[in-house]
């Protein structure tokens, strides 16, 4: 009925709002009432805990598409963010600083030593720290373009999470527990109550949320002045700067705020995995969430969304569970999830062949990568550049001649602008 017709900018976010409550609604009181063999079913191909961490990696990428795709910076080093916001929960949600005790509404009684402050509160630190993080590694790097950014990105992206892994004696001071790990972290706390490992669907609920307000963040900041810099600057830097937007402070404010969405993934992946360990930010996460936000469709939210989605649970569950299937099936024993970045290089290589604007391209995008070159268009007659000027000129002397008669010029051909005798 027309009086119920939903506005086209609220569909995506009502359909988000609507599949998250469904699937709450689903782990909450529909599975656990299902027989063996449907509770076994959801087991191994859709556990909570996946999902949950599918979520994890949605903030991130969200993160991501702010700098790949908005301003069009090619960052191979994000997952440096990533770890920036877990420390950040491992400092001060644990027992680990042990030589002072503070306590700020944490999920650790009163007489634990260490830094124990809320989850809600460690949010916010950890998304602030990593927007300094944004500001401080971005100043130098970013006066960079094309391949020279991407290398230095890379180079950040690896010499961070090599200083956490090797920052168990920085000076005599013991700063991350070097390959150990900051381990437990604090449960979240809602109220009086405190999350433990199994209350998984709390916790989903709880990265929804989060997942939400970097959603609404991302696409009030796109379509305000700050976003419609960002994508002049994607489109033609040189434009951009000629029409008064300032560069440096613009990218600096991109990188600043997707580093604050790699915060809080970090700080939710904490919570979620119950602790923080540095070889689980290595490389490979730089490039798969990449993928993430190529796949999905750089500079569209809800496509971002999707391929992160997708890759996480292809990558934690989707590949080992066929390959543990296969197996079983055929009798083989073939690893299946370390072809994993095959596969997602394939994908990626077909992708590029078939559909490069990715699953739920950007209106802008998609127009622009479907926009037929000089080739196609030289191809069918056309003529990419101005029309001739002895074109124009006979186009005028027509209608000069429909109007009345013409007084000649010096070349005998008319002057072309109707002069009546």
């Known amino acids: 009925m027309p009086g119920l017709a939903i506005p086209h900018r609220m569909r995506w976010p009502l359909g988000?709002?609507?599949?998250?409550?469904?699937?709450?609604?689903?782990?909450?009181?529909?599975?656990?009432?299902?027989?063996?063999g449907g509770q076994t079913f959801f087991r191994n191909w859709l556990p909570l805990t996946s999902i949950n961490e599918a979520l994890v990696w949605v903030i991130c990428a969200l993160g991501l598409n702010i700098v790949v795709g908005y301003a069009g910076l090619l960052d191979l080093g994000?997952?440096?963010?990533?770890?920036?916001?877990?420390?950040?929960?491992?400092?001060?949600?644990?027992?680990?600083?042990?030589?002072?005790?503070?306590?700020?509404?944490?999920?650790?009684?009163?007489?634990?030593?260490?830094?124990?402050?809320?989850?809600?509160?460690?949010?916010?630190?950890?998304a602030?720290?990593?927007?300094?993080?944004?500001?401080?590694?971005?100043?130098?790097?970013?006066?960079?373009?094309?391949?020279?950014?991407?290398?230095?990105?890379?180079?950040?992206?690896?010499?961070?999470?090599?200083?956490?892994?090797?920052?168990?004696?920085?000076?005599?001071?013991?700063?991350?527990?070097?390959?150990?790990?900051?381990?437990?972290?604090?449960?979240?706390?809602?109220?009086?109550?405190?999350?433990?490992?199994?209350?998984?669907?709390?916790?989903?609920?709880?990265?929804?949320?989060?997942?939400?307000?970097v959603v609404f963040i991302t696409l009030r900041l796109r379509d305000g002045r700050l976003g419609r810099a960002w994508l002049a600057i994607r489109e033609d830097e040189l434009a951009a700067s000629m029409m008064g937007v300032p560069l440096m402070r613009t990218k600096l404010s991109a990188y600043a705020v997707g580093a604050v969405a790699g915060g809080l993934a970090g700080v939710a992946f904490a919570t979620h995995v119950g602790g923080v360990l540095p070889d689980?930010?290595?490389?490979?996460?730089?490039?798969?969430?990449?993928?993430?936000?190529?796949?999905?469709?750089?500079?569209?939210?809800?496509?971002?969304?999707?391929?992160?989605?997708?890759?996480?649970?292809?990558?934690?569950?989707?590949?080992?569970?066929?390959?543990?299937?296969?197996?079983?099936?055929?009798?083989?024993n073939i690893n299946f999830p370390s072809y994993n970045f095959l596969l997602f290089g394939g994908i990626l290589v077909l992708m590029m062949l078939f559909r490069r604007e990715g699953i739920l391209p950007e209106s802008r995008t998609r127009l622009v990568l479907h926009e037929p070159s000089r080739t196609d268009m030289e191809s069918l007659g056309a003529d990419m550049e101005a029309p001739a000027p002895e074109l124009d000129e006979s186009a005028s002397l027509k209608t000069a001649i429909a109007e009345g008669p013409v007084i000649a010029d010096e070349t005998g051909t008319g002057t072309g602008m109707g002069e009546k005798v």
């Open 16 to 36: 988000y709002t609507a599949a998250a409550v469904l699937v709450f609604l689903a782990y909450y009181y529909v599975i656990p009432n299902l027989g063996a």
């Open 78 to 126: 994000f997952v440096a963010f990533w770890a920036l916001g877990g420390y950040t929960a491992g400092w001060l949600m644990s027992g680990f600083f042990h030589q002072v005790k503070i306590h700020i509404f944490g999920g650790a009684t009163a007489t634990v030593p260490g830094i124990h402050i809320s989850f809600w509160l460690v949010l916010l630190i950890g």
């Open 128 to 213: 602030g720290f990593c927007a300094l993080w944004g500001v401080i590694i971005g100043a130098p790097t970013l006066r960079l373009k094309s391949d020279y950014l991407a290398l230095v990105t890379l180079g950040f992206g690896e010499i961070i999470p090599q200083v956490f892994t090797n920052g168990d004696n920085i000076g005599g001071f013991n700063l991350t527990n070097g390959s150990k790990g900051i381990t437990p972290v604090d449960p979240i706390g809602i109220g009086s109550t405190r999350l433990g490992p199994f209350d998984l669907v709390w916790k989903y609920l709880i990265f929804v949320l989060i997942a939400a307000v």
């Open 280 to 332: 689980r930010f290595n490389f490979s996460i730089s490039i798969t969430l990449l993928a993430m936000v190529v796949l999905g469709g750089m500079g569209n939210v809800w496509g971002v969304m999707l391929g992160a989605l997708v890759l996480a649970w292809v990558n934690s569950t989707g590949l080992p569970q066929f390959g543990s299937s296969f197996n079983e099936e055929f009798g083989t």
